[in-house]
């Protein structure tokens, strides 16, 4: 199973993002621009995933002077698993076309015979994912 750059991307974003939208004892907007400098990724492609992340309610946009983006929630309620969906990855080990698909990978349509064994890798990786917070992954370690 390989995590795409989109999702690899969105989460290390939101992490920048989380990091640094606390500036003391307030809260402050995060521009793409910081982000994509600090992260070394595309402000375009940031833009992309950004979209997708404010229409998933993960992120509030702020315009006007001093805009960018905050967190809609706290880092410590922000999940990893949900940042990973909202920009469209799917969190699964199958080469099928959907979880719980009855259609399989095979040219025939049914399952392979490990299906079983990647399915449940799948929802592990769901699991671990949605019990890292954004303040997990940012606590100094």
């Given at each position: 199973?390989?995590?795409?750059?989109?999702?690899?991307?969105?989460?290390?974003?939101?992490?920048?993002?989380?990091?640094?939208?606390?500036?003391?004892?307030?809260?402050?907007?995060?521009?793409?621009?910081e982000?994509?400098?600090?992260?070394?990724?595309?402000?375009?492609?940031?833009?992309?995933?950004?979209?997708?992340?404010?229409?998933?309610?993960?992120?509030?946009?702020?315009?006007?002077?001093?805009?960018?983006?905050?967190?809609?929630?706290?880092?410590?309620?922000?999940?990893?698993?949900?940042?990973?969906l909202?920009?469209?990855?799917?969190?699964?080990?199958?080469?099928?076309?959907?979880?719980?698909?009855?259609?399989?990978?095979?040219?025939?349509?049914?399952?392979?015979?490990?299906?079983?064994?990647?399915?449940?890798?799948?929802r592990?990786?769901?699991?671990?994912?949605?019990?890292?917070?954004?303040?997990?992954?940012?606590?100094?370690?």
């Open positions: 199973m390989r995590l795409s750059t989109k999702g690899r991307y969105a989460v290390m974003a939101m992490a920048d993002l989380a990091r640094h939208s606390v500036d003391g004892a307030s809260e402050r907007s995060v521009s793409l621009a982000i994509a400098t600090r992260q070394e990724i595309s402000l375009s492609y940031l833009e992309q995933l950004f979209s997708r992340l404010r229409r998933a309610g993960l992120v509030k946009s702020v315009r006007g002077p001093g805009g960018g983006y905050r967190l809609a929630a706290g880092a410590d309620q922000t999940w990893v698993a949900q940042i990973v909202a920009v469209d990855e799917p969190i699964r080990a199958t080469r099928c076309s959907g979880q719980g698909s009855p259609r399989g990978c095979m040219v025939g349509g049914e399952r392979c015979i490990t299906h079983d064994l990647w399915e449940g890798l799948g592990e990786i769901h699991r671990y994912l949605a019990s890292v917070s954004l303040a997990d992954v940012i606590a100094p370690r």
